[in-house]
């Protein structure tokens, strides 16, 4: 009965990546079929983490935040736990040896939310680290299935991967982070007179970040491969659009890639991926 137990839990991280997230769904499905739970209870774990500090304005979200990390540490520690994203989250992190050092600065940067923050380069940079990169590295561990020496050679470039991901989710959301939760992410940045100069250099730093993780998701498994490779290309898809986008309608708008282009995209990069073998 174990096995079932297991099954509903991780069906439950599924569902919640499949209603959160069509991008992510779309790049699950993609991946070998033996990583899909893996990633969903992941992606579950996050997103409920996300969800208690950008969401739950009408309840005491640093009591919420305090339980939720208590009870990340003892599912993990005990193998157990009756709620479903954190039994699928314990399965994940004690079958692939995810460290508790990813996991504590995850945890970290969902408290940060929770407060007021001046971000100098150096908070910024934590932030990201927390919140972005070290998903980036707990995936990376599923996809290594315990290659050591895989995993140290693209720990870097997963890295990137995550940081360009959050930053570019930062520009999308600049609006609503600042106008529903006061917050600006970007060091020296002032929402009420973004610039198109400001914008720049910020799309400076994230092209980097994109250029970077190509390098390393061209050496994942051919197993992960194509599944990685097709978020990069929404992700970038979506750069792209933000970067044709005045600054000033930044501002006022959040600005998406429409379900049917992400479908179209997904087919897209199956035939590349099958024709160029990327």
């Given at each position: 009965?174990?096995?079932?137990?297991?099954?509903?839990?991780?069906?439950?991280?599924?569902?919640?990546?499949?209603?959160?997230?069509?991008?992510?769904?779309?790049?699950?499905?993609?991946?070998?079929?033996?990583?899909?739970?893996?990633?969903?209870?992941?992606?579950?774990?996050?997103?409920?983490?996300?969800?208690?500090?950008?969401?739950?304005?009408?309840?005491?979200?640093?009591?919420?935040?305090?339980?939720?990390?208590?009870?990340?540490?003892?599912?993990?520690?005990?193998?157990?736990?009756?709620?479903?994203?954190?039994?699928?989250?314990?399965?994940?992190?004690?079958?692939?040896?995810?460290?508790?050092?990813?996991?504590?600065?995850?945890?970290?940067?969902?408290?940060?939310?929770?407060?007021?923050?001046?971000?100098?380069?150096?908070?910024?940079?934590?932030?990201?680290?927390?919140?972005?990169?070290?998903?980036?590295?707990?995936?990376?561990?599923?996809?290594?299935?315990?290659?050591?020496?895989?995993?140290?050679?693209?720990?870097?470039?997963?890295?990137?991967?995550?940081?360009?991901?959050?930053?570019?989710?930062?520009?999308?959301?600049?609006?609503?982070?600042?106008?529903?939760?006061?917050?600006?992410?970007?060091?020296?940045?002032?929402?009420?007179?973004?610039?198109?100069?400001?914008?720049?250099?910020?799309?400076?730093?994230?092209?980097?970040?994109?250029?970077?993780?190509?390098?390393?998701?061209?050496?994942?498994?051919?197993?992960?491969?194509?599944?990685?490779?097709?978020?990069?290309?929404?992700?970038?898809?979506?750069?792209?659009?933000?970067?044709?986008?005045?600054?000033?309608?930044?501002?006022?708008?959040?600005?998406?890639?429409?379900?049917?282009?992400?479908?179209a995209l997904l087919a897209k990069t199956y035939l590349?991926?099958?024709?160029?073998?990327?």
């Open positions: 009965m174990m096995q079932l137990f297991d099954q509903t839990n991780l069906e439950c991280s599924k569902l919640i990546t499949e209603r959160y997230s069509t991008s992510f769904t779309l790049g699950i499905k993609t991946l070998d079929k033996k990583f899909h739970f893996p990633i969903y209870a992941i992606y579950g774990f996050v997103r409920y983490a996300d969800e208690i500090v950008d969401t739950f304005y009408d309840f005491d979200q640093k009591l919420l935040l305090e339980r939720f990390v208590k009870d990340t540490y003892e599912a993990i520690h005990t193998g157990i736990s009756l709620n479903p994203v954190l039994h699928s989250f314990q399965i994940v992190v004690n079958q692939y040896q995810i460290e508790n050092e990813l996991i504590d600065a995850f945890l970290h940067s969902m408290s940060m939310d929770l407060e007021k923050q001046n971000y100098t380069d150096d908070k910024y940079n934590e932030y990201i680290y927390g919140s972005a990169e070290v998903v980036g590295l707990m995936c990376l561990r599923v996809f290594c299935e315990g290659d050591k020496e895989m995993f140290n050679h693209l720990k870097n470039g997963a890295r990137s991967l995550g940081a360009a991901f959050q930053k570019v989710n930062f520009l999308r959301d600049l609006k609503s982070d600042f106008v529903d939760r006061g917050r600006v992410y970007f060091p020296g940045v002032d929402f009420l007179s973004f610039t198109k100069e400001a914008k720049r250099q910020i799309e400076k730093d994230i092209q980097a970040d994109f250029d970077a993780a190509y390098l390393a998701i061209k050496q994942l498994p051919r197993s992960a491969r194509m599944g990685v490779y097709l978020a990069y290309v929404y992700y970038l898809t979506l750069f792209n659009k933000i970067k044709e986008t005045p600054a000033t309608r930044i501002q006022e708008e959040r600005i998406r890639v429409p379900d049917l282009q992400k479908v590349q991926f099958r024709i160029s073998d990327i």
